[in-house]
C-alpha cells in the first residue's frame, strides 16, 4: 500500500504555495517517506525574491519593539508545540527524539535572544574635531540593517541552526530567504510556521524547498542578495563564495575537533564528556570530538575506559527515550563512513569497537594507530567514529592538533592553569573549551571557525554584526556653534 503522507507547502511571500514536482523526505532509519514537499525551481526561487525585495522594505520598518514582539510570539509557539517540532527533528533527521528535544529548547533560546539582541544595535558618536578644520562637525554611525539574507543550511541541526539565521536576520530589519538541506526541509517549515502563526509581515521570510544544484545559483548569485549565510560542507561552500560575486559571505563550515587529555586529567570526566562529543548526533556534528590526543602515561587507562563507555552506547530506534545514537541521514552516508574507516584499517589502523555498519546505522567506532596518509586523519569524518592518538607531552599534542586545515572548536583536559593557557595562546581555532570536549555551545556565543572552518561568526549578536552595516551621520554647524 502506497505511504499516505500529508504533502506539505513551502513559504513563499507569506503564502504556503506547492509546486510541480515534490520531494520525498524519508525517515532515515527505515527509509520510510514520511512527507512530501515541493522541488522550487528556478523561476520560484526568482519569484521568492522579488517579493523579499519588498519584505526587505516592510522589514526594516518594523520598530524595534515589532521586531522583538514577532520573534517572543514565534518562540512561543514553539514552546508551546514543542512535542511535535521534537518528533519532527528525530523523524526527518538522525538524531534521537532527547537529542531533538534538547535542539528544540536550544531554538526557543536562539530566538528569545535574537529578541532580546534587537534593542541593542547600537552605533557610536564620533570626535570628528580630531581632525584640524573639523571642529564645527558632530555625528554619528548606526547599524542599518543588509537588505535581503540568502540562507543555506544542514541537514543536522534542521531547526536550531536554521533559526540561528531567521533570528538575528529578523531582529535587525533584514528579509531572508532559507534554502533548508533536502534531506530535512520539514523542521524549517515549522520554523516558519511558527513566524507565520506570530504575526510576521509576508515576504520577510521565505523557506524555499529545492534542490541546492537546482536553485543554489539563483540565490547565491543573484544582485539583491546582500549576503549568503551557508552552514555546510567545505566543498558546497567553497562553491558558493566562488560564485557569490560582490556580497557579504558567512560560511560555518566543518572540523575534525581535537581534544586534548594531560597526564593531570579527571579521566572519568574526560571520557564522559569525549564519548558524548563524539557520538553526538550519530557523529554529524560540525564540533564533534574526532581527534583525541591523549598524554602517553594515561593512554591505557583513558583507552580502556573510553571503549567500556563507547560499548554502553544503544543505537537503534530514534524515537524511543532510551535510545543513545540514532542512524546516519542516509545510507549513502553511513557507506561513505565505512569506506573511510576501511580505507585507514587497510592502511594500519588498529579497531578497537564498532566499524560494522547496518543499513544507514554505523556502530560507535573507536580506531587507535592511526596512519598519517589515511583520510580521516586528516579530513572531516562527520559520522560516529573516534581516533585516539597518545603523544608525549602539550607541544606535541598542540602541533599535531593544528595540524590539519581545519579550525573550528577544541578542548584541553588539565588541572594546570599554565598549560591550559598555553593550548589556549597556540591553537588555531575559534573556541577552547577547558577541561570539556569541543563539543560545547549556548547560543548566545560568538561560533565560528579558523581556517576552512569558515568565514564570520554566529552567535545572535555576532550574526546581528553580519547581517547590518554602519551608516555614517555628519552634520556640518556653522562655524560659530562652538565658538565661545
Ligand atoms: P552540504 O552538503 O554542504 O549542504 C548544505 C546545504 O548546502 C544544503 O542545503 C544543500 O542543499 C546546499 N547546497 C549544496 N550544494 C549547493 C549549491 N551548489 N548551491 C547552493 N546550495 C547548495 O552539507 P550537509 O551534508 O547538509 O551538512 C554537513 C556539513 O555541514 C558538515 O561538513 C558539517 O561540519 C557542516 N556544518 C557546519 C556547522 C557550523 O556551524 N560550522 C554546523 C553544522 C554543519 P541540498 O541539501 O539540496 O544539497
Redesign the pocket.
Known sequence: MATQVAGRKMFLAGEWVNSDRIIEVRDPQDNSIIDTVPAASAEDMLKCIEAAKEGAKIAAAMSVHERMEVINKAADYIEANKEKYARTIAQEGSKTIREATKEVARCIQTLRISGEEARRIHGETIPFDQMPGNENRVGYYYRVPIGIIGA??????PLN?VAHKVGPAIASGNAIIV?????TPLSALLLAEAFAKAGLPPKVLAVITG???EI??V??THPAIRMIS????????E??VRKAGLKKIGM????NSPVIVLEDADVEEAVESTVSGAFWAAGQN?LGVQRIYVQEDIINQFEAAFVKRTNQYKIGDKQSESTDMGPLITEKEAIRVENLVNEALQKGAVLLTGGTRNGAFYSPTVLKNIPEDSTIAKE?I?GPVVLLFPVSNLDEAIEKSNGVNYG?QAGIFTKNIDKAHKAIAKMDVGGIMINDSSDYRIDAMP???MKN??LGR?GIKFAIHEMTEPKLVCYKLSNSTFSS
Not at 230 to 237: D, H, L
Not at 252 to 255: A, F, K, P
Open positions: 543555506i543550511t544542514p541537514f543536522n541541526d541552526l534554502k533548508p538541506a533536502t534531506v534542490y541546492g544544484h543554489g545559483d540565490l547565491v551557508f552552514t555546510g560542507g567545505i566543498e558546497a561552500g562553491g558558493i560555518e563550515l566543518g572540523s560540525c572531516e562527520f573550528l561560533f565560528g571557525g572552518s569558515g554566529e
